[in-house]
């Protein structure tokens, strides 16, 4: 999606970022979507209805209403925003199902979903606003549900997902997104807390042998990072660790592998992955194989 920063956008509009940023505040509209890095993206469409409706009605709010009005398309993050801004359930499950209808649901989970949450997200404020625990747990029921609608793993080999993010942290969500589109590509996961202690998680290895284990979330030290790994290690000690959303800080001497910051990327890592152990171990047995002799 084609995105502007807040004094691009404000240029285009004739106004102070400041301004643009009040009538985020008390109007839900232009509803930007979070970089990464926390900055704020307005949608390009937008603004252009936007500046077009204010040149027709030289009134805020009816500019406001009449962009909003003729801004009606495919799906956004920036209009299901809107919708957890008003609170609205119902406009919310239209919209992702108007996406369902366009998209995958992996780029529905990814260019729609969480992009509609992250709008809300603001990681340094001391609370959540009652938009973003709405969006947050409206995103976390959505996601449940297509996970339990996944069809039955494919593959053999599994992937952990330890999780270290705090209750309502957008870094849940999207460790919760990167689940979901592993098992919609047959691969069966497990996903747990780190606060599970060390002993008790490798009661529970076995029954997936993972080959891969994905860090995601920030809430927890290294030490108790490198406790739980050494946990997984020490039942099946050829298992590649990745790191999701900056899980591990980045010392340049850490053997963690980086998955990057968006779940449908981290997706086709691990896969590639999954698939060069499948291939290993396909080599290793055709060596194994005693040599035919002629007779």
């Not at 998209?103 to 603001?122: F, P, W």
């Not at 202690?197 to 920030?218: E, I, M, N, S, Y």
């Given at each position: 999606?084609n995105?502007?920063r807040?004094?691009a ?38 603004i ?7 040149a ?5 709010s009816s500019?406001i ?14 209009r299901?925003?809107?919708a957890f ?6 406009k ?6 108007e996406?369902?209808a366009?998209r995958s649901?992996?780029r ?5 979903l969480?992009?509609?949450v992250?709008?809300h ?5 001391p609370?959540?606003?009652?938009e973003y ?14 996970k ?17 993010s ?21 691969v ?21 042998d993972?080959?891969a284990?994905?860090l995601a ?17 020490s039942?099946n ?17 850490s ?6 910051t968006t779940?449908?990327?981290?997706r ?7 698939e060069e ?19």
């Amino acid at each position: 999606m084609n995105g502007i920063r807040t004094n691009a956008a404000a240029v285009m509009l004739g106004v102070s970022p400041n301004t643009l940023r009040s009538w985020e505040r008390r109007y839900g509209f232009p509803r930007p979507r979070r970089t990464p890095g926390g900055h704020r993206q307005y949608a390009l469409g937008e603004i252009e209805s936007l500046r077009a409706t204010l040149a027709e009605t030289h009134n805020v709010s009816s500019a406001i209403a009449l962009a909003r009005q003729r801004g009606e398309g495919p799906s956004s993050g920036s209009r299901l925003a809107a919708a957890f801004a008003a609170f609205d359930e119902d406009k919310a499950n239209t919209l992702l199902e108007e996406s369902l209808a366009l998209r995958s649901v992996e780029r529905t989970v990814e260019e729609v979903l969480l992009e509609g949450v992250s709008a809300h997200a603001d990681e340094g404020a001391p609370t959540n606003t009652p938009e973003y625990e709405f969006a947050w747990r409206y995103a976390t029921g959505w996601l449940s549900a297509l996970k339990r609608l996944a069809p039955p793993a494919t593959r053999n080999t599994g992937v952990l997902v330890l999780d270290a993010s705090a209750p309502l942290e957008l870094d849940g969500l999207y460790a919760q997104s990167l689940e979901l589109m592993l098992r919609r590509a047959g691969v069966r996961t497990l996903s747990l807390s780190t606060a599970i202690t060390p002993t008790r998680l490798a009661r529970a290895l076995p029954a997936l042998d993972p080959k891969a284990v994905v860090l995601a979330g920030r809430s927890i030290s290294l030490d108790a990072l490198g406790r739980l790994v050494y946990s997984v290690r020490s039942v099946n000690n050829r298992a590649t660790i990745f790191d999701f959303r900056g899980a591990v800080p980045d010392t340049g001497a850490s053997t963690v592998r980086r998955l990057g910051t968006t779940p449908l990327a981290a997706r086709d890592v691990l896969l590639g992955r999954l698939e060069e152990i499948r291939v290993s171990r396909t080599t290793t047995s055709a060596s194994a194989l005693p040599a035919l002799t002629a007779r």
